[in-house]
């Protein structure tokens, strides 16, 4: 019986200061084998008188479950205790494989058509958009450009079928629009879109690009409200200040006709490199509404005028930011568009 205490008393020390799943499978072999010292205690019984074998067999028996029942709780100890730490040292740190996305930026024809937008919006117009694919009744025929006329060279084009074509200008919009007011008067808009020509891509020529349209028309329409509302325009996209001049010039659609110089946004209009020592930069067409125009629109223009102009935006973007080479706007290269990151 004192061998059994001992026994039980050094078990419970050992399993209790187990600090591996190893020392429980050691303590198991070395207690509760077959050749363990547990079974090495029953083989005493053998020699017990024959009336304290029961006794000692039911105690031996219980050592030997308090033994097997405390290091099975051990066992599920350790085993909790080398899960916990497994999971611990495999925890995903999440930091590690962060994702940045790539956030883009506005395109620089964007930027300068959400600056005329703003600009022209600011002062009461409204946006017109129309079909890119349009009727060369709209895009010639309307704008008084009718089949002979040789203006039609200037902007030979992609053409789907011989009355339907990719339009050539914004000024198409401005013929639907005058045909949509049904002699309602004022008319104050303005229509950006992209516009197409039959060109030979080069530094400045593109068989794609875009324009932005202006067109006013109401009673007692000048051209100087034209210059007025140009200077306005040149002033919010290139600085205040900045100045307008007209000279003279031919489109089939306006009388009379207009090309618009600004002062150079770099040197102000002292002449440098970048205006060629001119002190003006020419920046767009305009002039008066045909009254022609007008008249096959329903307008009469002995009561109503109205001036309309018409923008190229690379043309303005490539003034504004500097850039030389129009194929820049549609070749994507994400380093160039990056640059723009700051002005969106
Ligand atoms: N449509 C002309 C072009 O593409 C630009 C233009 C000039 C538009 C004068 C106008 C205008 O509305 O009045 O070259």
Redesign the pocket.
């Known amino acids: 019986m004192e061998d059994v205490k001992k026994l039980k008393d050094e078990g419970l020390m050992k399993i209790s200061e187990m600090k591996s799943l190893e020392e429980v499978e050691e303590f198991r072999i070395a207690y509760l084998s077959k050749k363990g010292l547990v079974q090495g205690l029953m083989m005493q019984m053998k020699d017990l008188p024959k009336e304290e074998k029961p006794k000692f067999g039911q105690v031996v028996n219980e050592l030997k479950q308090e033994l097997t029942k405390s290091l099975e709780e051990k066992k599920q100890e350790l085993e909790e205790a080398k899960m916990n730490a497994e999971l611990q040292s495999e925890k995903l740190d999440i930091t590690l494989d962060e994702y940045t996305p790539h956030i883009g930026t506005k395109h620089p024809l964007n930027l300068i058509v959400e600056a005329l937008e703003d600009c022209f919006v600011g002062l009461g117009y409204k946006i017109a958009e129309g079909p890119e694919v349009e009727l060369d009744y709209y895009n010639f025929e309307k704008?008084n450009i009718p089949a002979d006329h040789p203006a039609r060279d200037?902007?030979d084009s992609f053409y789907i079928n011989p009355t339907t074509l990719l339009r050539?200008?914004?000024?198409a919009i401005?013929m639907r629009e005058l045909e949509k007011s049904e002699g309602k008067m004022p008319i104050k808009l303005i229509c950006p879109g992209k516009?197409y020509r039959r060109d030979n891509d080069d530094a400045t020529h593109s068989h794609q690009f875009m324009?932005c349209?202006?067109?006013v028309v109401g009673k007692g329409v000048t051209l100087s409200d034209l210059k007025g509302a140009l200077e306005f325009m040149v002033g919010s996209i290139f600085g205040e200040g900045t100045k307008v001049r007209f000279r003279p010039?031919y489109?089939p659609?306006?009388e009379p006709?207009?090309e618009v110089d600004m002062t150079c946004h770099v040197c102000g209009g002292k002449g440098c490199s970048v205006c060629k020592g001119i002190g003006y930069i020419e920046i767009?067409?305009?002039?008066?509404?045909h009254p022609d125009v007008l008249r096959i629109n329903g307008i009469d223009p002995e009561i109503y005028t109205g001036?309309?102009?018409?923008?190229?935006i690379e043309r303005l973007a490539m003034i504004k930011y500097g850039i030389k080479d129009i194929r820049d706007f549609y070749t994507n290269d994400i380093r160039f568009l990056n640059s723009f990151k700051r002005l969106d």
């Open positions: 704008a200037m902007q050539t200008h914004t000024t401005q516009v324009q349209e202006g067109l010039s489109f659609f306006t006709s207009v767009l067409g305009g002039g008066m509404v001036f309309a102009f018409g923008v190229g």
